[in-house]
T-cell receptor, first 109, second 114 residues
């Protein structure tokens, strides 16, 4: 079954520390992975897509098909990174995007 | 440049009351979606519309109905609200069903059913 797992509900780091938000997926086809961010009481926004291999706000994510993972990383966390982060999986053939349960990142001063 | 607009932003209903959540997008997207967001459960798909004139059930459709009024508008109706429908509702749109380029979300509707 298709599934997106974010094992950490809450991740707390100090400002300037590296951060990694984990995402694992299960999908039999060729996946397309995304990270979305939701700042306090705001709408979800697309942060990055694996197909574009981009870096947004210092965040990067690499698709590892062998480990079926798409972890989100940033070398130096900032207080403004505090938010809810959702990993999402899309596929082919009319497959709708499914979302993980989310990880709340809290960056402490 | 509004993107996806949802109304209302907040609503309190009594059990058994009905209401319609409105959603409109101005990006000429073909596909539209309704999600609910609950703590610890992430986003769950209620209904979706792959293109104008079509609608389909998602993961949690019970207690809801939808209408794709035209390409721009996709409404969600609660016929008889229940406390279990207390949630934050998000409308989203994408160019195509696969959402290859990601989804654009509305600002959400915080619904409380008492």
């Amino acid at each position: 079954a298709q599934r997106v797992t974010q094992p950490e509900k809450l991740l707390s780091v100090f400002k300037g520390a590296p951060v990694e938000l984990k995402c694992n997926y299960s999908y039999s086809g060729s996946p397309e992975l995304f990270w979305y961010v939701q700042y306090s009481r705001q709408r979800l926004q697309l942060l990055l897509r694996h197909i574009s291999r981009e870096s947004i706000k210092g965040f990067t994510a690499d698709l590892n098909k062998g480990e079926t993972s798409f972890h989100l990383k940033k070398p130096f966390a900032q207080e403004e990174d505090s938010a809810m982060y959702y990993c999402a999986l899309s596929g082919t053939g009319g497959f709708k995007t499914i979302f993980g349960a989310g990880t709340r990142l809290f960056v402490k001063a | 440049n509004a993107g996806v607009t949802q109304t209302p932003k907040f609503q309190v209903l009594k059990t058994g009351q009905s209401m319609t959540l409105q959603c409109a997008q101005d990006m000429n997207h073909n596909s539209m979606y309704w999600y609910r967001q609950d703590p610890g459960m992430g986003l769950r798909l209620i209904y979706y519309s792959a293109s104008e004139g079509t609608t389909d059930k998602g993961e949690v459709p019970n207690g809801y109905n939808v209408s794709r009024l035209n390409k721009r508008e996709f409404s969600l109706r609660l016929e008889s609200a229940a406390p279990s429908q207390t949630s934050v509702y998000f409308c989203a749109s994408s160019e195509a069903l696969q959402g290859r380029y990601g989804y654009t979300f509305g600002s959400g509707t915080r619904l409380t059913v008492v």
